[in-house]
Antibody
Framework: QVQLQQWGAGLLKPSETLSLTCDVS????????WHWIRQPPGTGLEWIGE???????IYNPSLKSRAIMSVDTSKNHFSLNVKSVTAADTAVYYC???????????????WGQGTLVTVSS | SYELTQPPSLSVSPGHTATISCSGD??????ISWYQQKPGQPPVLVIY???RRPPGIPERFSGSNSGNTATLTISATQTVDEADYYC?????????FGIGTKVTVL
C-alpha cells in the first residue's frame, strides 16, 4: 500500500525559505504526478503545484514564482521549496499523489499526513 | 481565475439525505472530485469523475454534475459523515478547490 511520509521545518521567520520533502513508499513512483497542497488555519485547500517523475512542473500562479519543486527518483521522494515566506504562508502543507486514467484529469488519491508550517518573527 | 462556490455549512439529521452543491461557470464541462476532511486529518477522496466512488467509499456517497452545478449527495447520513467536504476541478492545468462545506449531523 502506497504511503506518503512528509517532513521538514515547521517554524520559519519571514523571508526564509520553506523546505519540505515527501517520501513515497510501498508503490511505484512512476506513472503519477506528485502534488503539493496547503491549507491555512481554519480555511480551505489551495493547490501549490505538481511535478512528474521526469521533473516537469506546473505551479499555481498565485504563488508568484516563489515555489520550486524537485524530484529524486533514486530516493523515491519529491520536495517543495517556497522562498521569501511571509505570515500568509502559514499553513498545513500536504503532499499528495495524483492518479488518472486515460484522458481524465488527476485526482488526489493518497495524501501525506500534513506538516504545519508557521511563519513568525 | 476559475471559482467553485459551495455553501459554508449545512446541517442534516441522522438517516436523512445531505446534498452539497458546488457551482461554477459551465462546471458540467469539467470533471469534479469531492474530498472529505475530518479535523486534524488529511482529505480523503470520496467521489471522482463526477460520480465514481473509489474502493472503500460507502455507496451512500454519490455525485452528479451538469450545467453550472455539481452535487455531492450523502444518503442515509451517519454521524461518521460529519466533516468538511471540498469539491475540486481542473482549469487551465491548475487545480481549483471550493471553499468547503461543513456538514453537521445532529
Amino acid at each position: 500500500q502506497v504511503q506518503l511520509q512528509q517532513w521538514g521545518a515547521g517554524l520559519l521567520k519571514p523571508s526564509e525559505t520553506l523546505s519540505l520533502t515527501c517520501d513515497v513508499s510501498g508503490g511505484s513512483f512512476s506513472g503519477h504526478y506528485w502534488h503539493w497542497i496547503r491549507q491555512p488555519p481554519g480555511t480551505g485547500l489551495e493547490w501549490i503545484g505538481e511535478i512528474s517523475q521526469g521533473g516537469s512542473t506546473i505551479y499555481n500562479p498565485s504563488l508568484k514564482s516563489r515555489a520550486i519543486m524537485s524530484v529524486d527518483t533514486s530516493k523515491n521522494h519529491f520536495s517543495l521549496n517556497v522562498k521569501s515566506v511571509t505570515a500568509a504562508d502559514t499553513a498545513v502543507y500536504y503532499c499528495a499523489r495524483g492518479s488518472s486514467s486515460g484522458d481524465y484529469p488527476d485526482v488526489f488519491d493518497i495524501w501525506g499526513q500534513g506538516t504545519l508550517v508557521t511563519v513568525s518573527s | 481565475s476559475y471559482e467553485l462556490t459551495q455553501p459554508p455549512s449545512l446541517s442534516v439529521s441522522p438517516g436523512h439525505t445531505a446534498t452539497i452543491s458546488c457551482s461554477g461557470d459551465e462546471v458540467g464541462s469539467k470533471y469534479i472530485s469531492w474530498y472529505q476532511q475530518k479535523p486534524g486529518q488529511p482529505p480523503v477522496l470520496v467521489i471522482y469523475q463526477d460520480s465514481r466512488r473509489p474502493p472503500g467509499i460507502p455507496e451512500r456517497f454519490s455525485g452528479s454534475n451538469s450545467g453550472n452545478t455539481a452535487t455531492l449527495t450523502i444518503s442515509a447520513t451517519q454521524t461518521v459523515d460529519e466533516a468538511d467536504y471540498y469539491c475540486q476541478a481542473w482549469d487551465s492545468s491548475t487545480a481549483v478547490f471550493g471553499i468547503g462545506t461543513k456538514v453537521t449531523v445532529l
